[in-house]
């Protein structure tokens, strides 16, 4: 069965910083791979999702993740932080045969002081 | 736009209600989720449904059950509510190829 881990639980950055939550899974095939943002008092939205191709992935609002299949990685990145970031952020992870479970860590609360 | 609605945003119930979670999705999705989500603990399946009337347990099914009589709904059921079920409850839908889009959650207290 696979497995999320996400290392970070809280986060707090200054607006314009860089930002790197990481994201670590366990799965003994091919997966597909996601990152949800809740931001306060709001449903889960997705940010981006790997299927296959490119692993360097570009999603909305300036993010993007590297799935590097080596290190079983996922990492959400974005190059300047705003206050409006401010929100939980969940890896996730699906493994694409049959009819496979989503699976989510355990979230990064973010933390963006203007 | 796609939509998932869960019936209420927030329900405060008994100890030993029977109380009943309701979702429906406008997207025509095969598969259907229940999740509960707390603090520290992220979001973890209670249980899903890949077609009608077909129901999987997730990983923390114990107290829950559900109904799915129609494609485009899935009912979460505690059949004796305590108060360690208080939670916030998110249903989300997806077809086979597609990321999971979800419900905007109902915040349960079981006081």
């Known amino acids: 069965a696979q497995s999320v881990s996400q290392h970070n639980h809280h986060v707090i950055l200054s607006e314009a910083a860089s930002l790197e939550l990481g994201c670590n899974y366990s799965y003994g095939g091919t997966v597909n791979l996601f990152w949800y943002v809740q931001y306060p008092g709001q449903h889960l939205q997705l940010l981006l999702k790997?299927?296959?191709?490119?692993?360097l992935v570009k999603g909305i609002k300036g993010f993007e993740a590297e799935f590097i299949k080596s290190k079983f990685s996922f990492n959400l990145r974005k190059p300047s932080v705003q206050w409006s970031d401010t929100a939980e952020y969940f890896c996730?992870?699906?493994?694409?045969?049959?009819?496979?479970?989503?699976?989510f860590g355990t979230g990064t609360r973010l933390l963006v002081s203007p | 736009d796609v939509k998932v609605t869960q019936s209420s945003r927030y329900l405060v119930k008994r100890t030993g209600e029977k109380v009943f979670l309701e979702c429906v999705q406008d997207m025509d999705h095969e598969n259907m989720f229940w999740y509960r989500q707390d603090p520290g603990l992220g979001l973890r399946l209670i249980y899903f449904?890949?077609?009608?009337?077909?129901?999987e347990k997730g990983d923390i099914p114990e107290g829950y059950s559900v109904s799915r009589e129609k494609k485009e709904r899935f009912s979460l059921i505690l059949e004796s509510a305590s108060t360690n079920q208080t939670s916030m409850y998110l249903c989300?839908?997806?077809?086979?190829?597609?990321?999971?889009?979800f419900g905007q959650g109902t915040r349960l207290t079981v006081v």
């Open positions: 989300a839908s997806r077809s086979v190829n597609t990321e999971a889009f």
């Open positions: 449904s890949y077609d009608v009337k077909m129901k």
């Open positions: 790997y299927f296959s191709g490119d692993p």
């Open positions: 996730a992870v699906r493994g694409d045969t049959g009819f496979q479970k989503l699976v």
